[in-house]
Each structure stands twice: as structure tokens, then as C-alpha cells.
């Protein structure tokens, strides 16, 4: 092989590598972060592996404590659901280190914690395999190992989830279908009204298997179903996002209007559809701290 062959496959290499990672929406500064290292606040994120009956394969659970955490007090817990799964969590599953960029654990003295999944997380159970159960996984599995190993409000009202894109409609579901369970959830940049002619022929068909399962989750139909279970109450649902589809959250807004649900929206942080775009730090004071500057529905 002459220098001119080698110099003309190095290159179509590096392009390829080039473009593979613009594809993937691999950021410079997770690049960055693989090659500089974990900074001293990130090497204090836990990463505990459990394995579920509800998963294929085991997943892990990080977890982030406040500088000055006191195992006598108990605390909330905020979930920073991903919105792919674990074989792709180098690149994607960056939530945790925008905690740690807000510094949220200190600034709210709140216990954080992100789960992986073994599957494309849609936050369902598949109607037939019993491996593919992440809506239980993520109630049964990961709940209650952060309840049992950790000093936390183990109720509704210590519990907040905060997800984008898949993971956004994945608060929002897990919200509706189980309000007993959580305090407040906030969805950034989801697909909250998407039908199940565009899971068929797709990968999602594989996570939620039959139409009749796409409806358990289905948001409209849970508004329709749960709406009064929140009308009477202070907001709950915090609705924000720009980047993918902006007259699609509007709308969204109007739908929970339609049902008479309180909820924050914020649709005036023109951000990426990305964790680390600088819409989080806004984010979760809506979720966890003054939400007085949001359009309070």
C-alpha cells in the first residue's frame, strides 16, 4: 500500500468518524469530557449496577448526594430520567452532569439520581415481555432501592421527575398514571401527542407492542382520563421546550388548558434538543425551587 493510499483511507476514516459522531449529535464537549476526565464534583456521582427482573440485562443507578449530606435527615429525590438507553449512555445520558453543572444537589439539598435502561426507555410495559418492563423497573426496581439504601422523603411528596424529548412524555406518563407516587414532573422538548401510526414499522413497536398498550400511556388519553385528579390542586406539570417543535408544545399547552390541568409553561428558552443546551439550570427552578416567573396555568 503506497503513503497515498494509506493518507487517502486515514482520511476517509477521520470523515467518516467525523460524521458518524455529527449524526449521533455527539457533542464537542462530551468529546471533551472523554478526553479530560471526570471533574472533581463529577467523580462524586455513585454508580451503583443492580439487576431487575424487569430488564434484560443489569442496569445502573447514579447517584448524586448533597456536599453536606447528613444520614439522619431525610431527603427528596429528583430523577433525571434518560431519554435513550444504557448502550448508548457514553454520549447521551449527560443529565447528571448538568446537576452537577447547577450544582442542584447543593442548591436544593436534594438527593439526585439517574437510571439506565436495557432498552430504548418509553417509560411502558410491554404487554408480553416481562423484561421489557420499564414502567415497573423504574417503579419497583429503582424506587425502592433508592428508598431502602438512602435517607429519603419516601413518599409522593419527595419524589420529582424531569426528562426531554422520550423522557419528557416518560414523566409525564408516569405522572398521570401514578400521581400518588410523585410531587411535581417537567418535561422538556417531548413528543406529547405522537399515535401509534408512527410506532408501526419502527423500533418503537418493539417497546410498546399492540395499539391497545399505546393507549395505556397515550398522554391525550390519560389527560382525558386523570384530568380531575389534578384540577383542584397546585401545578404539578411543568411543560417547557422549543428546539424540535415549538408549535407542538404550544399546543400541548393549549391541551392542558382544554383539560383544565395547572401547569407551568415556558416555551421562550430557545434551546437545542440536547441536555447540556442551557435550558436545565431554568428547568428545575420551575421543578424544584420559585416557579413565579413561568406562564402559571
Known amino acids: 500500500m503506497t503513503r497515498r493510499t494509506r493518507l487517502i483511507l486515514y482520511s476517509v476514516f477521520a470523515l467518516t468518524l467525523f460524521g458518524w459522531l455529527l449524526l449521533s449529535s455527539v457533542s464537542w464537549r462530551m468529546l471533551l469530557k472523554a478526553v479530560t476526565g471526570p471533574?472533581?464534583?463529577?467523580?462524586?456521582?455513585?454508580e451503583i449496577t443492580i439487576s431487575s427482573p424487569h430488564q434484560h440485562s443489569p442496569?445502573?443507578?447514579?447517584?448524586?448526594?448533597?456536599d453536606d449530606f447528613d444520614p439522619a435527615r431525610r431527603y427528596p429525590v429528583l430523577y433525571v430520567l434518560p431519554p435513550v438507553p444504557a448502550s448508548l449512555d457514553p454520549w447521551w445520558n449527560s443529565g447528571m452532569m448538568e446537576i452537577v453543572k447547577y450544582?442542584?444537589?447543593?442548591?436544593y439539598h436534594i438527593i439526585c439520581v439517574a437510571p439506565t435502561f436495557s432498552h430504548m426507555p418509553w417509560y411502558v410495559d410491554?404487554?408480553?415481555d416481562p423484561r421489557i418492563a420499564q414502567e415497573t423497573y423504574f417503579l419497583k426496581s429503582v424506587i425502592p432501592y433508592i428508598d431502602e439504601h438512602f435517607p429519603t422523603v419516601a413518599e409522593g411528596r419527595g419524589r420529582y421527575l424531569i426528562g426531554y424529548s422520550k423522557s419528557g412524555t416518560g414523566a409525564f406518563s408516569l405522572m398521570l398514571r401514578h400521581?400518588?407516587?410523585f410531587a411535581k414532573a417537567l418535561s422538556w422538548d417531548a413528543p406529547l401527542k405522537f399515535d401509534f401510526t408512527e410506532v408501526i414499522g419502527s423500533d418503537l413497536k418493539r417497546i410498546y407492542g399492540t395499539e391497545e398498550n399505546f393507549l395505556k400511556y397515550h398522554i391525550p388519553a390519560l389527560l382525558r382520563e386523570r384530568a380531575h385528579l389534578f384540577r383542584n390542586g397546585p401545578p404539578r406539570f411543568v411543560l417547557m421546550g422549543y428546539s424540535e417543535n415549538p408549535d407542538a408544545i404550544a399546543t400541548d399547552h393549549l391541551m392542558f388548558n382544554d383539560f383544565g390541568v395547572p401547569h407551568i409553561y415556558d416555551n421562550s428558552v430557545r434551546a437545542a434538543h440536547q441536555w447540556h443546551s442551557g435550558w436545565f439550570g431554568t428547568a428545575v427552578g420551575y421543578l424544584l425551587g420559585d416557579d413565579r416567573s413561568g406562564n402559571r396555568q
Open 179 to 181: 400521581p400518588q407516587l
Open 126 to 128: 410491554h404487554p408480553t
Open 39 to 46: 471533574s472533581a464534583a463529577e467523580c462524586k456521582i455513585q
Open 103 to 107: 450544582d442542584v444537589a447543593n442548591r
Open 59 to 66: 442496569t445502573k443507578l447514579r447517584v448524586l448526594l448533597p
